[in-house]
């Protein structure tokens, strides 16, 4: 079975500090790990891919994630938040079954002045 | 072209009305996707299409009726809805390769704001 869970709905940081969105999955296969983003009436944008290559993989905007298979986890991290982060946060499974994509519930960001 | 285009953007109907949703994309994408979003809550899939094809179908009531005309469009046609069915209607397409290749990706359009009466 596969299944995604974001272990926060909110995160609150100040601008400047920086960001930590944790995300552990389980799935039967080896699979692809994603990140996307969704600003407020917005659609979703792909924030960077795990597909099994380097385990550190570096997104748009400054972010980064690390797959780690030990923990199943796939934690999205940003040294310095800005304004402009505060968003939703959808950490998102791909199994085996390509045609298959598992939302996590997502995170809630917010970013303090 | 790197783009999902969904329209409308915002669409207001009566629960006796029939409507169509349209997405278009020419990324040469293969397979098309209609999720619904409700307000704080993750996408749900409801629909996959792969070349053409219905593949999957999540169970959606028979008031949402999709269609592929071809490789780049995908409609969803709205009739006898709900209040309920009020939610943000996102398209995505992806290429149909192997995951170990790393390129399937969802790339979805902005979406279309349904307010049911």
């Known amino acids: 079975a596969q299944s995604v869970t974001q272990l926060d709905s909110h995160v609150s940081v100040s601008e400047g500090t920086p960001v930590l969105l944790r995300c552990n999955y389980s799935?039967?296969?080896?699979?692809?790990l994603f990140w996307y983003v969704q600003h407020p009436n917005k659609g979703l944008q792909l924030l960077l891919k795990?597909?099994?290559?380097?385990?550190l993989v570096k997104g748009i905007n400054g972010f980064e994630a690390e797959f780690k298979k030990s923990e199943t986890s796939f934690h999205l991290t940003k040294p310095s938040a800005h304004m402009s982060d505060a968003a939703e946060y959808f950490c998102v499974v791909s199994p085996d079954n390509f045609n298959k994509f598992y939302f996590g519930s997502g995170t809630k960001l917010n970013v303090k002045p | 072209d790197t783009e999902v285009t969904q329209t409308p953007k915002h669409l207001v109907m009566g629960m006796t009305n029939k409507k169509s949703l349209k997405c278009e994309q020419h990324m040469g994408h293969r397979a098309m996707y209609w999720y619904k979003q409700k307000a704080k809550k993750p996408p749900e899939l409801m629909f996959v299409?792969?070349?053409?094809?219905?593949?999957i179908n999540e169970s959606v009531p028979s008031r949402f009726s999709p269609e592929c005309p071809n490789s780049s469009l995908l409609n969803l046609h709205l009739h006898a809805l709900q209040p309920e069915d009020s939610a943000l209607y996102l398209c995505?397409?992806?290429?149909?390769?192997?995951?170990?290749?790393?390129?399937?990706?969802?790339?979805f359009g902005a979406g279309s704001r349904l307010t049911v009466l």
């Open positions: 799935s039967s296969y080896s699979p692809s």
């Open positions: 995505a397409s992806s290429q149909l390769r192997d995951v170990s290749s790393g390129a399937n990706v969802l790339t």
């Open positions: 299409y792969s070349y053409e094809k219905l593949s």
């Open positions: 795990y597909t099994s290559a380097a385990t």
